[in-house]
């Protein structure tokens, strides 16, 4: 998935900065001592490092495609916030032409954000819940 960094972490290597682009492997995931994922991303000229959701952006228009799909064949969006407001998680549950249910899942605050822009364009309702 190719994602963009939008946090400098040039300390770590010098080509880690704003606007770098590169690749995330999602099957390496990996989680801190205080359990925020991290995502293996390789960018070119730099070694492959664990960076957390939170310090990119994904650019993969292949993701953003699936994911409008998602929200187009959409059934029910709901978007959790902790009971002083912050964000938890968004899901999705949508069921395609085949009658067969998917649910998407996000725990990451920007691509909920985006989500949620993507989901007024077409007019779907999106349930805020406390939890």
Same mark, same amino acid.
């Given at each position: ?8 972490? @040039? ?9 770098? *682009?590169?690749?995330?492997? %999602? *099957? ?5 001592? &205080? ?17 957390? &959701?939170?310090?990119? %952006? ?5 993701? &953003?495609?699936?994911? *409008? ?23 999705? &549950? @949508?069921?395609?032409? @085949? ?11 920007? %691509? $909920? ?5 993507? $989901? ?8 805020? %819940?406390?939890?």
């Amino acid at each position: 998935m190719r994602v963009k960094l939008i946090k400098d972490l @040039s300390q770590y290597d010098k080509h880690l900065v704003v606007g770098a *682009e590169g690749i995330a492997r %999602e *099957e390496k995931i990996t989680f801190t001592a &205080w359990e925020q994922p991290m995502v293996e991303v390789k960018i070119p000229g730099a070694v492959a490092l664990p960076i957390g &959701w939170n310090a990119l %952006e994904i650019i993969d228009k292949k993701f &953003w495609k699936d994911r *409008e799909r998602d929200i187009k064949q959409a059934i029910k969006i709901i978007l959790v916030k902790g009971p002083r407001g912050g964000f938890k998680y968004m899901r999705i &549950w @949508s069921v395609n032409r @085949s009658c067969v249910e998917r649910i998407y899942t996000t725990d990451i605050k920007h %691509e $909920a954000e985006k989500l949620v822009l993507i $989901a007024e364009q077409y007019h779907k309702l999106v349930i805020e %819940e406390v939890q």
